[in-house]
């Protein structure tokens, strides 16, 4: 896990109304009101971010919007912007998810357009990359990520990529169940900072958090997170539940 301050991220996609929102950040908050050593954030839907952010205000637990749009205003309906998301209460911001790739037609390109803006505004990006299971049996998984982190960080300065963490997903691990053995995480993650470090230099891809994602759970997240190169976790369906989300965030040492 190396020297860097763990990271723990609740992406709750599309599940929980305005008032199930509230009441699971309410039990979230009291669960986890001894954590000091590791940095949470949660990331509801858009409905729920500002009455979230009330229930956050007096906690340590930061807030994160699962998506954005580059531009700060305009016609383009649908699209939530970056002020938006900071008037709602919101430090971070899950950029280029598998699920936005897959059904949202998200591109590298985009996935840059959207950390550009999220940076610009000060909006510190969780950004995604991950190889499909068809990838991954075609031996591509290296020049998938190769691929995307390149594009995705097109023209991101060292000042930027201070604000950027990443988050490794392994498309084939997202939501079924199976998940990347240790060894293979830190295989890819190690391999992710060498990219870094290609780009921005080693003492800057050391500073820089790198996540993973797929089926963590609390049985899995203490071997995961005790790989040298693993500085967090990504959890969608463990982190619906305040309890379960509370464990993984006590037991990830």
């Not at 939530?80 to 280029?96: N, T, Y």
């Not at 490794?168 to 900072?193: L, M």
């Not at 899995?220 to 190169?229: F, I, R």
């Not at 959890?235 to 309890?243: D, F």
Request: aromatic share 8%.
């Amino acid at each position: 896990m190396g020297n860097l301050k763990p990271f723990i991220a609740g992406n709750w996609k599309m599940f929980k109304t305005c008032n199930e929102a509230v009441e699971t950040a309410k039990k979230l908050v009291l669960f986890s009101a001894d954590v000091t050593e590791v940095d949470v954030m949660i990331a509801p839907p858009f409905t729920s971010l500002a009455p979230v952010s009330e229930i956050l205000k007096h906690s340590d637990i930061s807030l994160g919007a699962q998506d954005i749009f580059w531009e700060s205003e305009g016609a383009y309906t649908g699209e939530i912007s970056p002020p938006m998301l900071l008037s709602a209460g919101c430090k971070h911001v899950i950029i280029g998810h598998s699920e936005r790739r897959q059904y949202f037609n998200e591109t590298d390109q985009t996935v840059n357009k959207k950390i550009s803006a999220a940076v610009h505004h000060h909006l510190s990006p969780i950004f995604c990359v991950g190889e499909t299971e068809r990838q991954r049996e075609s031996k591509e998984t290296f020049s998938v990520l190769d691929k995307q982190i390149q594009n995705g960080l097109r023209g991101i300065s060292s000042d930027d990529m201070k604000e950027v963490i990443v988050a490794y997903e392994p498309v084939w691990a997202i939501g079924t169940g199976k998940t990347a053995t240790s060894e293979q995480v830190q295989e890819i993650h190690q391999f992710i900072r060498s990219l870094l470090e290609r780009s921005f230099g080693s003492v800057l891809a050391k500073s820089i958090r790198i996540l993973y994602g797929g089926s963590v759970k609390p049985t899995n997240v203490k071997e995961l997170m005790s790989m040298k190169d693993v500085n967090g976790a990504l959890v969608g369906g463990a982190s619906l539940n305040p309890e379960t989300f509370s464990d993984i965030i006590h037991n990830y040492k």
